[in-house]
Structure formats: structure tokens, C-alpha cells
T-cell receptor, first 113, second 112 residues
Framework: EAQVTQNPRYLITVTGKKLTVTCSQNMNHEYMSWYRQDPGLGLRQIYYSMNVEVTDKGDVPEGYKVSRKEKRNFPLILESPSPNQTSLYFC????????????FGPGTRLTVL | SQQGEEDPQALSIQEGENATMNCSYKTSINNLQWYRQNSGRGLVHLILIRSNEREKHSGRLRVTLDTSKKSSSLLITASRAADTASYFCAPLNNNAGNMLTFGGGTRLMVKP
């Protein structure tokens, strides 16, 4: 089944404890992206990747890192999480960066205490 | 970055009625996409309309695009309780770099 998977789905952590949220897609998509969704703010893009080894900042990249060493994986890294990073995170992928629909993962609900 | 603004923010209708949601954007686009999100879940792509198209249909969905007014509308006909969700528009400019960005969405509630 074609899909985007994220792990973990739920995470409660403490300030400053490094964490990684994994994202994987099995559709051989070139484009991958991370979003965060907060009440009243809609979805905001954190980072995106046009292809392997190519990543760029989105609208709200501060406090996050990403890597794209393989086509299928696009992990989101929070080196030192803070409470303002408490949010619902979505990974998405698309066949190519242009003119294509995005496929979204199920979301990761992160709480930073 | 390009961002769509949906209107209204919330809409409540009875099952069987039609629901219309609007989207406005600010710069030129290559296409505009509509997505649906059920509470707490990932977005699901509904329909894509290209800048040279004025109207597109998919099942009970009808999307219009007016590039002169920089606006789009999504019409859901004969709504069902299962249509209850948030709906987002995402205008896309291929030259904008970071691709799709989403506004706050329209929260649709369809009462049985």
C-alpha cells in the first residue's frame, strides 16, 4: 500500500532532550516536506526536500533540522526541544516538487514539557 | 510564501445541503489544490485545478478558479455527515521555491 508513515505517533518529552521523528514513504517520491499545525495558525512548512541531499528551509525552520540521505526517508530532528515546539507534525511527499498532489502522513503529536 | 486564505472559517449545514468554501490568494499561481483534513489526521488531496482551467469536477466536488480575482471556490453538493472536516486550499507557484502553504482552513460541520 502506497503510504507515508511517521513514528512515533505520540510523544511526550522534556525540554532539551533531543528527539527525532521519522518519516518514510514507499512511493519513490522526490519531494518531501515537514509541517507543523497549531490552532489558529494553520499548517506551516518547516523544511522541505526536492530530492536526495537537497533540503531547504520553509516558513518556520528555527529549532529544527532535517536530512535526506535516502529518497524514502526524511527525519525531523529537534536538537533541544522547547515547549513552543509542542504541536502536531505532518510529513508529506509528492512525486515531484511541481504540479503534484502531496500525500500526508498520519501525524505526530508532540508535547514538550 | 504563497498562502491561501479560506472563508468562512467555519460552516455548519444540514445533510443534503450544498457547502461552498472560498479561497483567496495574493500572487500568480500555476495551480491550486484543495485538501480535506479529518480531525487530528493527515490532509487528503481532493482536487487540483490548473491556472488555465476555470472549473473542474470530481464526484460531488466542484472547484472554480478565477485568476483575475485571485480566488477559488469549492462546492460540495448533497453533503453528508462524513463530509464533516476541515478544508484547505493551497495555491502553488512553481517559482516560489517552498511549494504549498496552507491557511487556517474552513471547518465544515454537516449535521445528520
Amino acid at each position: 500500500e502506497a503510504q507515508v508513515t511517521q513514528n512515533p505517533r505520540y510523544l511526550i518529552t522534556v525540554t532539551g532532550k533531543k528527539l527525532t521523528v521519522t518519516c518514510s514513504q514507499n512511493m519513490n517520491h522526490e519531494y518531501m516536506s515537514w509541517y507543523r499545525q497549531d490552532p489558529g495558525l494553520g499548517l506551516r512548512q518547516i523544511y522541505y526536500s526536492m530530492n536526495v541531499e537537497v533540503t531547504d528551509k520553509g516558513d518556520v525552520p528555527e529549532g529544527y533540522k532535517v536530512s535526506r540521505k535516502e529518497k524514502r526517508n526524511f527525519p525531523l530532528i529537534l536538537e533541544s526541544p522547547s515547549p513552543n515546539q509542542t504541536s502536531l507534525y505532518f510529513c508529506a511527499s509528492a512525486l515531484k516538487a511541481v504540479n503534484n498532489e502531496q500525500f500526508f502522513g498520519p501525524g505526530t503529536r508532540l508535547t514538550v514539557l | 510564501s504563497q498562502q491561501g486564505e479560506e472563508d468562512p472559517q467555519a460552516l455548519s449545514i444540514q445533510e443534503g445541503e450544498n457547502a461552498t468554501m472560498n479561497c483567496s490568494y495574493k500572487t500568480s499561481i500555476n495551480n491550486l489544490q484543495w485538501y480535506r483534513q479529518n480531525s487530528g489526521r493527515g490532509l487528503v488531496h481532493l482536487i487540483l485545478i490548473r491556472s488555465n482551467e476555470r472549473e473542474k469536477h470530481s464526484g460531488r466536488l466542484r472547484v472554480t478558479l478565477d485568476t483575475s480575482k485571485k480566488s477559488s471556490s469549492l462546492l460540495i453538493t448533497a453533503s453528508r455527515a462524513a463530509d464533516t472536516a476541515s478544508y484547505f486550499c493551497a495555491p502553488l507557484n512553481n517559482n516560489a521555491g517552498n511549494m504549498l502553504t496552507f491557511g487556517g482552513g474552513t471547518r465544515l460541520m454537516v449535521k445528520p
